[in-house]
Each structure stands twice: as structure tokens, then as C-alpha cells.
């Protein structure tokens, strides 16, 4: 069974950055898209940012763009999150997928595999 485990995820102050990790074990996913989303306390997941499986193709919701960077390592298996610029409405539990094709998607149903999550809390 496909593992995905996310890491990085932690407090940080409005304006601050972090970078997320998630290390795909037990199969590799250099074939597949990838995805982060997130879902803060009582709403529904949102998805963030999706990479093709090469990593040479990217999309961005809204609401991230320009301060979120998707990349991929697909030598280590790792997908990365660099969140810039954050904000207090970004605090959410972030989790990373692992799509059954190769291409982007923005829909949590396209994506097969995914992470138990990491909590992102930004302070005012």
C-alpha cells in the first residue's frame, strides 16, 4: 500500500513562509500527478496546487497563487510546498495526493493515494 507522509507543517507568524514535504514510500510515483490541499477546521477541503508527473506543468487555486510553489523530486519520491506570504486564513491541516494518472487535476476525486496531513498555524 502506498505510504504519503507529510512533514514541515508547524506555527508561524503572518508574512512567514514554510516549506512542506510529503515522501511517497512503498511505490513510487514518479508517473503520477501530484496535489496539496488543505482543509481548516469546519470547511471543506480546498484543493492548493497540482504538478504533473513531470514536474514541468503546474496549477495553482486562486487564493495560493503567487505565494505557493509546487516542485517534485521524483529521484526521491517527494513532493515540496513552498508557502510564502502567509496569512492567518491559511491555517489548515495540508495534506498531499497522489493522483491515479500522470496529468494535473484539481479534484480530490482524481487523486488515489493520500497523507494523514500536517497542521499549518499562522498567528496575527
Known amino acids: 500500500q502506498v505510504q504519503l507522509v507529510e512533514s514541515g507543517g508547524g506555527l508561524v507568524q503572518a508574512g512567514g513562509s514554510l516549506t512542506l514535504s510529503c515522501v511517497v514510500t512503498r511505490r513510487t510515483i514518479s508517473r503520477n500527478a501530484m496535489g496539496w490541499f488543505r482543509q481548516a477546521l469546519g470547511k471543506e477541503r480546498e484543493f492548493l496546487a497540482t504538478?504533473?508527473?513531470?514536474?514541468?506543468?503546474?496549477y495553482y487555486a486562486d487564493s495560493v497563487k503567487g505565494r505557493f510553489t509546487i516542485s517534485r523530486d521524483n529521484a526521491k519520491d517527494t513532493v515540496y510546498l513552498q508557502m510564502n506570504s502567509l496569512k492567518p486564513e491559511d491555517t489548515a491541516v495540508y495534506y498531499c495526493?497522489?493522483?491515479?494518472?500522470?496529468?494535473?487535476?484539481?479534484?480530490?476525486?482524481?487523486?488515489?493515494?493520500w497523507g494523514q496531513g500536517t497542521q499549518v498555524t499562522v498567528s496575527s
Open positions: 504538478i504533473d508527473w513531470s514536474g514541468g506543468m503546474t
Open positions: 495526493a497522489a493522483a491515479r494518472g500522470s496529468s494535473r487535476s484539481a479534484r480530490a476525486s482524481e487523486y488515489a493515494y
